[in-house]
């Protein structure tokens, strides 16, 4: 089955960095979603992205499909920020099976 | 709109006995998506219904695990016999569309 790895697995940053969370995938994919768990435990959808290039806010999202791999920006971090960002992969078109991969657990401090 | 919502929240129960968890989508979602963490480990894929039919259920991990929609509405997930692996974070998510799904707060289980 498809692989995916995410990295760093754990990255602390001092409010209002930048960084860039890594998801690569062992095969074709035709759904590519990144989530984040808050503190408390909630998953949220940040993009829907299989391929291209999307902004929301202070972070975007990048897949290069061919290359197998997807990278989450988050500029201007914010304490909120805190949490674990998942990346999710899956081969369906038409619904949501997807596998998720090991996490980046973010925190940061103020 | 109202989120996805899950019940309870935390269950704790001894080994053997039954437990089952609630998920009440978003209305109008036709897709229904139940998942769940396990000791740590990855959010892993439980299986999928499409309203009240069950569209993959090739995640679920032994026949101790029923899951139920009735009229295509919420969902029940039934474990009996729970075992101490069953542990963990259950998610349920609905979606009107891939790419779109909402999950819920989740509901941790703790089997003693």
């Known amino acids: 089955g498809i692989q995916v790895e995410q990295s760093p697995p754990d990255l602390i940053l001092q409010e209002g960095a930048n960084s860039t969370l890594r998801c690569n995938f062992s095969d074709s994919v035709n759904n590519l979603q990144w989530f984040h768990q808050n503190p408390w435990g909630q998953l949220i959808n940040l993009f829907y992205i299989p391929s291209g290039t999307k902004q929301n806010g202070r972070l975007s999202a990048t897949t290069v499909a061919t290359e197998r791999y997807s990278l989450l920006y988050i500029s201007s971090s914010q304490t909120t920020d805190s949490g674990v960002y998942f990346c999710?992969?899956?081969?369906?078109?038409?619904?949501?099976?997807?596998?998720f991969g090991p996490g980046t657990s973010l925190s940061v401090i103020p | 709109e109202a989120g996805v919502t899950q019940f309870p929240s935390h269950s704790v129960i001894e080994k053997g006995q039954t437990v089952t968890l609630r998920c009440d989508p978003i209305s109008g979602h036709d897709n229904l998506y139940w998942y769940r963490r396990v000791m740590g480990k990855e959010i892993k894929f439980l299986l999928h219904f499409v309203k009240e039919s069950k569209q993959d259920e090739s995640g679920m991990p032994n026949n101790r695990f029923l899951a139920e929609r009735t009229g295509g509405t919420y969902s029940t997930l039934k474990v009996q016999p729970a075992e101490l692996e069953d542990s963990g974070v259950y998610f349920c998510?609905?979606?009107?569309?891939?790419?779109?799904?909402?999950f819920g707060p989740g509901t941790r289980l703790t089997v003693t």
């Open positions: 999710a992969v899956g081969w369906e078109t038409s619904y949501d099976k997807v596998i």
């Open positions: 998510a609905s979606s009107p569309a891939p790419g779109q799904a909402h």
